[in-house]
């Protein structure tokens, strides 16, 4: 039996599961890695989402195992399930009065510490921690070789996270980890933006970012980039005139497994790096 402390409690697996149906994408982003494709009997629909998904090639042959609801993950006769604390509560809470399986709810992804946790206990409970060892230790070697290519004595640059919709990550985010990670400097997070909140367009100018990120869906570059640059107020930001509008897919933007190192990645080649470093 394995058991492990949850926001529901202990939660205890009393065998190796051969059942497992995954309803978030961080797990199914994992499992897919890790677990054996026949113990894995339900994976969630948002993982065959190219506007979320950073495992589609993986889940595409599992289509037909995609489900979402609970009649329907009820119905597969699980042995263990995965959900998150941004699951659906009433999925939730159905699970929890007609499922006998064990049902695992994560709820820590707030820096790259806790997805490695993650990552650890979700091999930990199915009996495959050799392999969430190896996938932790490939997603922080990226890392660290990412991180290795920022110029020395490199300018910290200063960063915020902005969009239509006028959100921003502040501290206590996973973005904001990354950025620490990297060195740069999170403006929302140095001005007292705690976790996520929403800015104006005049909060941005005052502070004068020398990049702005902002996460899109496929489709969007275009008619995000014509929202900030046709804004006068944001224009006259650092990051205006220097074009320094860097558009991250959702996919990536969102990424809560192991898919964290190609959004630091990413952001090292961008904002640190010339054409003729990358």
Not at 132 to 145: G, H, S, W, Y
Not at 214 to 223: F, H, K, L, M, T
Not at 240 to 257: F, I
Request: hydrophobic share 40%; proline share 6%; net charge negative.
């Amino acid at each position: 039996p394995r058991s492990i402390q949850t926001i529901d409690g202990e939660i205890v697996v009393p065998e190796k599961p051969r059942r497992i149906v995954s309803q978030t994408l961080l797990t199914d982003e994992v499992l897919l890695e890790i677990c054996p494709t026949e113990r894995l009997v339900g994976i969630h629909t948002v993982s065959l989402d190219p506007a979320f998904s950073n495992c589609l090639e993986l889940a595409e042959p599992l289509a037909g195992r995609a489900v979402n609801g609970t009649e329907a993950i009820i119905s597969l006769e699980p042995d263990l399930v995965f959900v998150a604390s941004f699951s659906r509560a009433e999925v939730i809470d159905q699970l929890q009065a007609g499922c006998e399986a064990p049902i695992v709810r994560f709820s820590d992804f707030d820096n790259l510490d806790q997805i490695r946790n993650n990552i650890e206990m979700t091999g930990y409970l199915i009996g495959e921690e050799t392999a969430a060892e190896v996938l932790v230790e490939k997603m922080d070697t990226r890392i660290r070789e990412a991180v290795s290519r920022i110029p020395k004595g490199a300018t910290p640059p200063k960063v915020v996270s902005f969009g239509p919709a006028s959100y921003t990550a502040g501290g206590g985010t996973l973005f904001d980890d990354i950025l620490k990670t990297i060195g740069a400097v999170n403006l929302a997070a140095v001005n007292g933006v705690d976790r996520f909140g929403q800015i104006g367009t005049e909060q941005v100018a005052f502070w004068n970012p020398d990049w702005v990120i902002c996460g899109v869906d496929p489709g969007a570059e275009e008619s995000t980039r014509d929202w900030f640059f046709e804004n006068p107020v944001l224009q006259a930001t650092r990051a205006g005139r220097e074009d320094h509008l860097l558009l991250v897919p959702n996919r990536l933007y969102t990424a809560a497994s192991q898919h964290v190192a190609d959004l630091v990645e990413l952001l090292v080649e961008e904002i640190y790096l010339t054409e003729e470093d990358q």
